[in-house]
């Protein structure tokens, strides 16, 4: 049932979405269905929520059109809950919470691109290895929507960078933002170790929040031979709940390496990176090691 709003707050659309998803369980259920939780025992499992409780929530949700009931199985006929394009316009909103909460309530309110080693964030990252990626395509520079983990690939490096300089100018004090700047470098550094991620077998992409377009011009003016992918409506990040900063009127992703294997499974993390070219060292080497425990390409 959903909760009435105030007539003096009719038109009002912060008390509406308040009515919605102003509620612990609420938020913390489309954090769990972003991240690929989609079933009623995986939900009660992870949330540590009673069956009543998590019944009311997503009955809630689904009839305020946030998530919508599909069906998994028949007999018995069983369901999944799965985020509708109202719910995924939401994951903005939850990654700005997760923003927020990283600077002012677990860290100092520093603002930075990078984080410090006994950090809520690193402690994130570092237990990031285990977990799935959900089913999801992103926008890439090459044109279309492109799977982050190539199948095909005994494993699959994606690097996380805050924003490049070109084809749009940084926001004023980018240069003083900790861990910001180096953007340009990473992806000519990975752009020439390229030979060797292609000769392993591994696939390798680029990134950020920042457009398409944005990402093409760059691409062809430096010569990016592997894919860059935006993650403008910040579904990669709200999945893998990766660590962003704020500023110039929008979230960056922090400078991260992830090395997924064949079954999207996060296998390593680098995270923060303080030195680039070692970082870029660190994810050949650790996804040649994830591609030779990997069971071979589907037939």
């Known amino acids: ?8 707050d009719a038109s009002c659309a912060i008390a ?23 079933r009623f025992d995986e939900l009660q ?7 009543k409780v998590l019944t009311e929530r997503l009955g809630h949700l689904t009839e305020a059109g946030v998530l919508e009931r599909v069906p998994y ?3 018995p006929v069983r369901y999944e809950y799965r985020l509708t394009e109202s719910g995924r316009g939401l994951l903005p909103v ?5 923003d927020w909460a990283d600077r002012w309530l677990l860290g100092d309110g520093t603002l930075s691109g990078s984080a410090a080693p006994d950090s809520a964030e690193t402690a994130r990252l570092a237990a990031l290895p285990g977990t799935r990626l959900p089913e999801l395509t992103l926008p890439a520079h090459t044109g279309g929507e492109l799977d982050p983990v190539d199948p095909a690939a005994g494993a699959t490096v994606l690097f996380c960078y805050p924003a490049t300089g070109r084809p749009a100018p940084l926001p004023a004090g980018w240069g003083d933002i900790p861990g910001a700047v180096g953007c340009t470098l990473e992806n000519r550094l990975f752009r020439e170790a390229y030979p060797e991620f292609r000769a392993a077998g591994l696939a390798l992409r680029g990134v950020s929040t920042q457009r398409p377009d944005e990402q093409r011009e760059f691409a062809e003016a430096e010569a990016i031979p592997f894919p860059l992918l935006s993650d403008l409506d910040v579904r990669l990040t709200a999945a893998l709940r990766l660590p962003t900063f704020h ?3 929008g979230l960056r992703l922090k400078r991260a390496v992830l090395v997924l294997d064949r079954e999207r499974v996060v296998r390593r993390a680098i995270f923060p990176v303080t030195d680039i070219p070692g970082a870029v ?5 650790d996804a040649r090691e994830v591609a030779l425990r990997a069971p071979g390409p589907p037939g």
């Open 1 to 8: 049932m959903l909760k009435d709003v105030p007539e003096r």
């Open 16 to 38: 509406q979405s308040a009515a919605v998803i102003g509620d612990w369980w609420s938020i913390l259920i489309v954090r769990e269905t972003a991240r690929g939780r989609l």
């Open 45 to 51: 499992h992870e949330l540590g929520i009673s069956r």
């Open 73 to 75: 199985q028949s007999g």
């Open 94 to 98: 939850l990654v700005a919470m997760q």
């Open 247 to 249: 500023v110039g009127q």
């Open 281 to 285: 060292r660190q994810a050949l080497a």
